[in-house]
């Protein structure tokens, strides 16, 4: 692969690339017929082409991320082991992370625990070593199973992925490692559990302390031998399986309470990867809110949408108990309901109750210092809240909205100047913000 060379311009390496790509079109352009070998040779080329790319790509997120974030200079201490010459920037720290061709998959952000969960990642990845990745629920772990895969040796075999938690008790060991014809009732051919599927590259067990306790036993066994046996046969099978387990459980603690093996757990956990709760990585909420509304737009084919004020301060200090994946969830829900601006309207309606209290408590506060303010803030609010709907509805007329209303036009411009609202916001083809464009390439 063409090593990506982090200290060219973005646009000479594209150039390369562009540059490479011609001459493959041209070589096609003009060959009468091609030899076998000669078919392997290109799709050798094309493959390196597209390896650089995605490298491109991913690099040139994180660089236009860290430059817009403006919050990379938080100095602090990685892992001892992964200390380099001295302590390291965050900036510091995702531009290494670039520079040495680092494979993302996607994980967006670079709060200094995160930071840390890609750095043990890469240093694990080229080893064939368990990995055991915690974390609460929705925190990114699959996406760090992948990072671990994606940097690793076994990349182009097989990644396969088996929810631990969701596989009845009674089909587990021949899910896992497959079964013999006639081996139970069902059992009508040979069938290759996942252990097999995933031979030389990873299988990756969620939810592994779901595991009941004598599949553990069966898994231990894979992992002292690399020995599957199906499920009615006597002969076992080696397998290269590199296994990286998840879970969002102590299992220390179940390990304590006997319902998970303690050696299996050394054994899967012979490198933890610890990723972060979204409210260990507030500060970064901005930033991801920006890079799931676009994500969303791309892929249900919008426009960014725009939120409300009322709605970005409650999506700036909810709690999130489904970390990452709710605020992403959330994100592609409102982009597909509201029209240009979202607003606390259209959150799902579990979280819709929480939007109104957090309102109703910053009246509340205000109640402390004097009536007259709280009416006059609640009235604004209200008067704003009128303004934005209006313009909603009349995708962004002025005019249209003045006769429909009532109003004098003047009136209703001052009044729009007043709450800092900008009609032009409202039409509907306003021109999209050209950074959103340029922050998330296309591969
Ligand atoms: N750092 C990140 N940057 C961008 N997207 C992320 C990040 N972390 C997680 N996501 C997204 O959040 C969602 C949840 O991630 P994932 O499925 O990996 O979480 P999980 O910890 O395995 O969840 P669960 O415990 O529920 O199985 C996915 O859509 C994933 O793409
Ligand atoms: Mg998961």
Redesign the pocket.
């Known amino acids: 692969m063409k090593p990506f060379q982090p200290k060219m311009t973005t646009a000479s390496t594209f150039g390369g690339v562009i540059e490479r790509i011609e001459i493959l079109r041209s070589t096609l352009r003009w060959a009468s017929r091609m030899e076998r070998q000669d078919i392997q040779k290109m799709l050798k080329q094309v493959n390196e082409l597209r390896d650089t790319v995605m490298i491109l790509s991913r690099a040139q997120r994180f660089a236009q991320s860290s430059a817009q974030s403006g919050q990379d200079d938080d100095v602090i201490e990685p892992l001892e082991d992964l200390k380099k010459p001295a302590t390291k920037s965050n900036r510091e720290r995702r531009q290494g992370l670039i520079e040495r061709n680092f494979m993302f998959e996607?994980?967006?952000?670079d709060s200094p625990k995160?930071l840390e969960a890609m750095e043990i990642a890469e240093r694990a990845a080229p080893s064939d070593l368990p990995v055991l990745i915690e974390?609460?629920?929705?925190?990114?772990?699959?996406?760090?199973a992948k990072v671990v895969h994606a940097n690793g040796r076994r990349t182009d075999k097989a990644f396969v992925s088996v929810n631990c938690g969701a596989i009845p008790d009674s089909l587990l060991e021949s899910e896992l490692f497959g079964h013999k014809k006639g081996a139970f009732t069902g059992a009508s051919s040979d069938r290759k559990g996942k252990f097999e599927s995933a031979d030389g590259g990873t299988i990756f067990l969620?939810?592994v302390g779901e595991l009941p306790l004598q599949g553990q036993v069966k898994l231990l066994r894979v992992l002292q031998s690399n020995e599957i046996q199906r499920v009615g046969s006597d002969h076992p099978v080696i397998v290269d399986t590199r296994i990286v387990a998840?879970t969002?459980r102590n299992l220390l603690e179940m390990a304590r309470e006997g319902q998970f093996r303690e050696d299996l757990y050394y054994r899967l956990g012979v490198i933890h990867v610890s990723?972060p709760a979204l409210r260990e990585r507030t500060d970064e909420i901005p930033l991801?809110i920006d890079?799931f509304t676009d994500e969303a737009a791309e892929s249900l084919k919008r426009k960014p949408v725009r939120l409300s004020p009322r709605l970005r301060t409650f999506l700036l200090g909810y709690s999130y108990p489904g970390?990452?994946?709710e605020l992403?969830n959330i994100l592609f829900r409102i982009s597909c309901l509201a029209d240009d601006i979202a607003d606390t309207p259209h959150l799902p309606e579990s979280i819709r109750a929480d939007a109104a209290t957090s309102s109703a408590e910053g009246i509340s506060s205000t109640i402390s210092t004097s009536l007259v303010d709280v009416k006059k803030a609640a009235s604004d609010a209200a008067e704003k809240q009128y303004l934005i709907l209006g313009l909603q509805e009349v995708r962004g007329t002025v005019s249209e909205l003045a006769r429909r209303v009532g109003m004098n036009r003047s009136h209703l411009q001052s009044l729009l100047k007043k709450h800092g609202i900008r009609s032009k916001d409202f039409r509907a083809n306003p021109p999209s913000p050209a950074r959103r464009k340029t922050r998330h390439p296309q591969v």
């Not at 996607?106 to 952000?109: C, D, L, Q």
């Open positions: 996607g994980v967006f952000g995160l974390g609460a629920s929705g925190t990114g772990k699959e996406l760090m969620d939810e998840a969002n990723v991801l890079y970390n990452i994946r992403r």
